[in-house]
């Protein structure tokens, strides 16, 4: 079972950037879907970005798309957040599933995100 460990959370302006970063231990990521997610006090999770570790394909949510970029390096997940806004304060989640599989079967334990306005 790979365990994930979310950093690089923090307090910004409006503005501002951050990146966080997603580690893996246990295993090392393979053929795998590797996402980030948030979720805001009192709504629901919601898709942030993924990566496809074996070949590097991204995939973002639109309300994201250009200001939001994941890549990969080593056995790390990193999100770069530029041009934060008040409304993207959450806490951010990685998680990790097979690429074939529906389900994500590994989470991350969250870094909270703050963005001041």
């Known amino acids: 079972q790979v365990q994930l460990v979310e950093s690089g959370g923090g307090l910004v302006q409006a503005g501002g950037s951050l990146r966080l970063s997603c580690t893996a231990s246990?295993?090392?990521?393979?053929?795998?879907?590797v996402a980030w997610f948030r979720q805001a006090p009192g709504k629901e999770r919601e898709f942030v970005a993924a990566?496809?570790?074996?070949?590097?394909n991204t995939y973002y949510s639109d309300s994201m798309k250009g200001r939001f970029t994941i890549s990969r390096a080593q056995n790390t997940v990193y999100l770069q957040m530029n041009s934060l806004k008040p409304e993207d304060t959450a806490v951010y989640y990685c998680?990790?599933?097979?690429?074939?599989?529906?389900?994500?079967?590994?989470w991350g334990q969250g870094t909270q995100v703050t963005v001041s306005s």
């Open positions: 246990g295993r090392t990521f393979s053929d795998d879907t």
């Open positions: 998680a990790v599933k097979n690429y074939y599989d529906v389900n994500y079967s590994s």
């Open positions: 990566i496809r570790w074996s070949v590097g």
